[in-house]
Nanobody, 121 residues
């Protein structure tokens, strides 16, 4: 599966932003989907993940209550709705597809190219 992330940009602190990740191929529904982020000079961190059916989702403590992951099987797309953004959310955000609902990057098999989110204070 090929993944294409989009929706990043510059936003003021406290504002919202929605990221999208479009998947190619006909097997989108067979993958667990996740979002990760990487700030300059830091490791790639888990943000959120959603199971194949969209009924089970979880998020990192740092974004819980502010970010929501969802998926639309008809559009082969996974979303990350980000609200109440903070400057520390500034990072390149990556979507990923895998077979296990996990917060560990190496368990995901396919990665998008990343989209930059910059939150100004």
């Amino acid at each position: 599966v090929q993944l294409q992330a989009s929706g990043g940009g510059l936003v003021q602190a406290g504002g919202p932003l929605r990221l999208s990740c479009a998947a190619s191929g006909r097997t989108f529904s067979s993958y667990v989907m996740g979002w990760f982020r990487q700030a300059p000079g830091k490791e790639r961190d888990f943000v959120a993940a959603i199971d194949r059916s969209g009924s089970v989702r979880y998020a990192a403590n740092s974004v819980k209550g502010r970010f929501t992951i969802s998926r639309d099987t008809g559009k082969n797309t996974v979303y990350l709705q980000m609200n109440s953004l903070k400057p520390e959310d500034t990072a390149v955000y990556f979507c990923a597809a895998g077979s296990a609902l996990a917060a560990t990057a190496h368990l995901y098999d396919y990665w998008g190219q990343g989209t930059l989110v910059t939150v100004s204070s």
